[in-house]
C-alpha cells in the first residue's frame, strides 16, 4: 500500500486531477473505485512522478500558495538608498565620466545640460520654487543627493530602468549635481561624499504639519473625562469647504 512521506499534508485539486487523469490512461488492475484511487496513486508513484505537495501551505496565516523568497531574492528587491546614505554600494564616479554617460542614455529626454527636451522633465534648475508655476528639478527641489542616486538606480533611463552599473550611477548623480552648481568639477560620488551633500532645498521641507489639530497627542493616563471636554469652535458656517455642486470654475464663497 503506497502511502504519503506526510500523510497529513493535503494534496492539491490540480496535482490530484492529474494523477486520477494519469489513472484513466493506464489500465486499471482496480476491483472497487477505492481501491483503484490507492491504485492510481501507486501508480504514479512507481513512475517517479513527484506528488506536488505544498510545503507552505499549512503555515499559519499562509495562503497555499507561492513560494517563500529566499534572502538572494529578497537581496535584489531590496534597493533603497536612504537619506543618510545606508544602503549605497561600493563604487563611485566623477562628474567628467557621467556627463560621458549622460549624453549617450539621459540627454535625448532631459537636454544635455539637463534643461529637458519637450515635456520630459527639467534635472537643473536654480530658479526659485514661487510663483504660481515653479520648476521643480535636481537643484532647487531635491533634498538629498543620495535619494538622487536611488531614483537613478531603480527607475532611470526610463526605457530601460536598473540598467546601469552602480559606478554609472555614481557618474551620473556626480554629473547631474554638477549641472546643478551643487558640486566642483572635481568631485567624485561615492558612498562617502553623497550623504555629505547639502543640497539648496534641504530645509525647504515642512516636517511638522503646521495645522493645529493635527498635532494633538493621545491621552493615554489620566485622561479628561469626556462630559469636561467643551466644544468651543467648530468648522460649520466659516465657509471652509466648497460648495459641492457645479463646476470648480465658478465656485465662489456663498
Ligand atoms: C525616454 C526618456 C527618458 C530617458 C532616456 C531618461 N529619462 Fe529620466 N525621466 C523621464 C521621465 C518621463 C521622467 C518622469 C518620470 C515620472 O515622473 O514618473 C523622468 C524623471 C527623471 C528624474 C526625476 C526628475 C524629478 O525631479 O522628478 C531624474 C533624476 C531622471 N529622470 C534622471 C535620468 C537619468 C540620469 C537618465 C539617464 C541614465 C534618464 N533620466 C533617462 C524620461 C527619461
Given amino acids: 500500500m503506497f502511502s504519503w512521506d506526510k500523510p497529513n499534508q493535503r494534496l492539491p485539486a490540480a496535482a490530484a486531477a492529474a494523477l486520477l487523469l494519469l489513472g484513466a490512461a493506464?489500465?486499471?488492475?482496480?476491483?472497487?473505485?477505492?481501491?483503484?484511487?490507492?491504485?492510481?496513486?501507486?501508480?504514479?508513484?512507481?513512475a517517479k512522478i513527484a506528488p506536488v505537495v505544498p510545503a507552505?501551505?499549512?503555515?499559519?496565516?499562509?495562503?497555499?500558495?507561492?513560494?517563500?523568497?529566499?534572502?538572494?531574492?529578497?537581496?535584489?528587491w531590496a534597493i533603497d538608498i536612504r537619506p543618510d546614505g545606508q544602503g549605497l554600494p561600493e563604487g563611485s564616479g566623477t562628474v567628467e565620466h557621467g556627463a560621458d554617460i549622460y549624453a549617450q542614455q539621459c540627454a535625448?529626454?532631459?537636454?544635455?545640460?539637463?534643461?529637458?527636451?519637450?515635456?520630459?522633465?527639467?534635472?537643473?534648475s536654480q530658479s526659485?520654487?514661487?510663483?504660481?508655476?515653479?520648476?521643480?528639478?535636481?537643484?532647487?527641489?531635491?533634498?538629498?543627493?543620495?535619494?538622487?542616486?536611488?531614483?537613478?538606480?531603480?527607475?532611470?533611463?526610463?526605457?530601460?530602468?536598473?540598467?546601469?552599473?552602480?559606478?554609472?550611477?555614481?557618474?551620473?548623480?556626480?554629473?547631474?549635481?554638477n549641472l546643478n552648481d551643487v558640486v566642483p568639477d572635481n568631485f567624485v560620488a561615492d558612498r562617502n561624499s553623497l550623504p555629505k551633500v547639502v543640497m539648496p532645498n534641504r530645509h525647504g521641507f515642512i516636517l511638522r504639519d503646521p495645522r493645529p489639530d493635527t498635532a494633538s497627542?493621545?491621552?493615554?493616563?489620566?485622561?479628561?473625562?469626556?462630559?469636561?471636554?467643551?466644544?468651543?469652535?467648530?468648522?460649520?458656517?466659516?465657509?471652509?469647504?466648497?460648495?459641492?455642486?457645479g463646476p470648480l470654475d465658478e465656485m465662489a464663497p456663498k
Avoid at 115 to 120: A, I, K, P, W
Fill in 26 to 46: 493506464l489500465p486499471s488492475r482496480a476491483a472497487s473505485p477505492s481501491e483503484g484511487a490507492a491504485d492510481v496513486a501507486e501508480t504514479a508513484a512507481l
Fill in 108 to 124: 535625448g529626454c532631459h537636454g544635455t545640460f539637463g534643461e529637458g527636451e519637450g515635456r520630459y522633465p527639467k534635472l537643473a
Fill in 56 to 76: 507552505e501551505s499549512d503555515r499559519v496565516g499562509h495562503y497555499g500558495y507561492g513560494t517563500v523568497p529566499t534572502a538572494a531574492q529578497i537581496a535584489g
Fill in 128 to 177: 526659485k520654487l514661487t510663483g504660481d508655476q515653479p520648476t521643480k528639478a535636481v537643484g532647487n527641489y531635491w533634498p538629498y543627493a543620495t535619494t538622487l542616486w536611488d531614483y537613478i538606480n531603480r527607475a532611470m533611463p526610463f526605457p530601460a530602468p536598473h540598467s546601469l552599473s552602480a559606478n554609472d550611477v555614481y557618474a551620473i548623480t556626480a554629473y547631474i549635481l
Fill in 217 to 245: 497627542t493621545e491621552c493615554m493616563t489620566h485622561c479628561l473625562p469626556e462630559a469636561a471636554v467643551k466644544i468651543t469652535s467648530t468648522a460649520e458656517g466659516k465657509d471652509l469647504t466648497p460648495r459641492t455642486s
